[in-house]
């Protein structure tokens, strides 16, 4: 009897070694039309009494310009080579948790353009139809960011939180004067998520169970 009890301490003295679990929660948006900010409102992370804990949090974001364009119309009496560069952004803020390092996303681009002379449709009115126009479409691709928080402690407990993710667009043309630029509607999709790792509270191999058989198996 006395073998068997040194044996089962030995198997109380092993620790469990947990993996990690994860927990994710998304808000997808579509069809918004820029410039708009998002709200979403996320759980925050309960530790069930504290038998789990929070290892990391990372948030992610994703972006992308599913319609609209930007404009140029040449308003000079003479031709224009001309430069139109562009930006549509979006950044991922709360007044709830500390989102550090920042997440965000930027679609941007310069494109060349070479507009006729004015051709009649004059200054106040801008035309992106050519000769003297040009649509310019911005890039299409889905864009993203993903940063693992500095502060998880923060995003513990039973209640929710809210984050913002605002959009905003931005162009300057350059190369000539006598050049107006503007935009159509936009419209952006996208989301932003909230992952949680996490661990159980290290437990310990104190299989009771497994102890008692081999108690069980010595007895007479």
């Not at 068997?4 to 993996?19: G, K, R, T």
């Not at 224009?80 to 941007?108: D, E, K, M």
């Not at 605002?166 to 300057?172: Q, S």
């Not at 935009?183 to 159980?200: I, L």
Request: hydrophobic letters at 45%; glycine letters at 12%.
């Amino acid at each position: 009897m006395k073998f068997v009890v040194v044996c089962l301490a030995a198997v109380l003295a092993i620790p469990i070694i947990a993996s990690a679990l994860t927990i994710t929660q998304t808000d997808s948006f579509t069809g918004s039309v820029l410039d708009f900010t998002r709200v979403s409102t996320f759980n925050k992370f309960d530790t069930m009494g504290g038998t789990l804990t929070l290892n990391s949090v990372t948030m992610k974001v994703s972006f992308q310009i599913n319609s609209g364009s930007f404009i140029a119309d040449n308003d000079a009496a003479s031709a224009a080579n001309i430069t139109y560069t562009y930006s549509v952004t979006g950044n991922l803020t709360s007044g709830q948790v500390f989102i550090s390092p920042a997440v965000g996303v930027s679609i941007s681009d310069s494109v060349a353009l070479n507009l006729a002379a004015e051709n009649g449709d004059g200054t106040g009115v801008i035309d992106g139809n050519g000769p003297d126009g040009a649509f310019v479409a911005p890039d299409s691709a889905v864009y993203t960011s993903s940063q693992v928080m500095v502060m998880p402690a923060m995003f513990a407990g039973t209640g929710t939180f809210n984050t913002s993710f605002a959009t905003g667009r931005t162009f300057n043309i350059s190369g000539a004067s006598g050049i107006e630029g503007g935009f159509t509607n936009m419209t952006g999709s996208g989301s932003v998520e909230v992952v949680y790792e996490y661990v159980p509270e290290p437990a310990t191999l104190a299989l009771l169970g497994l102890g008692g058989l081999l108690i069980r198996k010595r007895q007479k």
